[in-house]
């Protein structure tokens, strides 16, 4: 039994950038200094989490999987009854304007947010949200900077059933994932693994989760965890490149035996896992098929941004 760390990481370090003090913020059509760029304390979003997002990278003057990001915005939106005002082009259009404002032509990440909107009184009901939706766009210089492989604790934390808050939706309420990573982080880990409604291993708080055994690659069904398009990429690099690729139900016992084990995401691609509840994965290292997805998916950005 490996020993807690102490020397926290997280799947979204990255490199101390000064430039990062001097951002343009873009808020409802203006593009604004970091320092001015505000949201009403009656926004929707403030107020009760009321919203959606997407994270986006910027590899060598490209957006990657712009349209994918775009797509999963809008079904979110729609799922929310919030209605978005600008069309696919104008959220482009945001995008490349406040990228321009800020001098970026890679290795930055933006969040796009949408909330929906100022409320005229400070409670619940969406109707009284009655001035259109607040539209935001921070925009970071970003380099990932994750020193080691990332250590992760089984949480008691669900997440669950479509009909309660589904997982699917990139919403504003992050409460759940939040007090997962807190309670991961009380075990003495870096952040938090959660299993799904029956008991099998489905998603971290921050990351959709894969093992690796006998060189083939395991994911969750999908049915609990957020629609990643790092981890369906990475899905259907497996499938083009003969590697073994299954969603499927697994346990915590397949889970500590894995050969490697390795999270997805927009912002760190593919990071690798040392430790699950005390237990070593393997060397401890980046294992040899997390590796090769690695430069597979490097391959694919370059590809994606030769493209456009």
Not at 20 to 34: E, F, Q, R, S, W
Not at 55 to 71: I, K, T
Not at 196 to 206: I, K, L
Not at 251 to 266: I, K, P, Q, R
Request: proline share 5%; hydrophobic share 40%.
């Amino acid at each position: 039994m490996s020993e807690p760390r102490t020397d926290h990481v997280t799947t979204h370090q990255a490199e101390d950038d000064a430039r990062n003090d001097a951002l343009m913020i873009y808020v409802n059509g203006k593009i604004t200094p970091k320092a001015l760029a505000t949201v009403s304390v009656y926004d929707a979003g403030f107020m009760m989490g009321d919203g959606v997002w997407e994270g986006l990278r910027l590899y060598n003057g490209v957006w990657a999987f712009w349209d994918e990001h775009l797509d999963r915005l809008f079904e979110a939106a729609k799922a929310i009854d919030l209605d978005l005002i600008l069309d696919r082009d104008g959220f482009k259009k945001a995008l490349l304007d406040t990228q321009a404002a800020n001098g970026m032509a890679s290795d930055a990440h933006a969040r796009l947010m949408l909330t929906r909107g100022i409320k005229n009184r400070p409670f619940q009901h969406p109707n009284l949200s009655t001035q259109g939706p607040t539209i935001v766009i921070i925009m970071e210089h970003s380099l990932p900077k994750i020193p080691r492989p990332i250590t992760l604790a089984t949480v008691p934390h669900l997440r669950g059933l479509p009909m309660t808050q589904d997982p699917k939706l990139n919403s504003h309420s992050k409460l759940n994932c939040i007090l997962a990573c807190i309670a991961a982080q009380k075990a003495g880990a870096d952040e938090a693994l959660m299993l799904d409604v029956h008991g099998f291993v489905n998603t971290t708080n921050a990351c959709n989760f894969f093992i690796v055994k006998k060189g083939a690659v395991w994911t969750s069904t999908g049915d609990y965890c957020m629609n990643g398009i790092t981890r369906q990429k990475v899905i259907d690099l497996c499938r083009d490149n003969d590697i073994p690729v299954y969603e499927r139900n697994f346990s915590l016992v397949d889970t500590y035996s894995a050969d490697e084990a390795f999270l997805t995401g927009t912002f760190g691609a593919q990071t690798p896992v040392s430790q699950i509840d005390g237990r070593q994965i393997s060397t401890g290292t980046m294992g040899p098929v997390t590796e090769r997805l690695r430069g597979l998916y490097k391959d694919l950005i370059v590809r994606h941004g030769a493209g456009r």
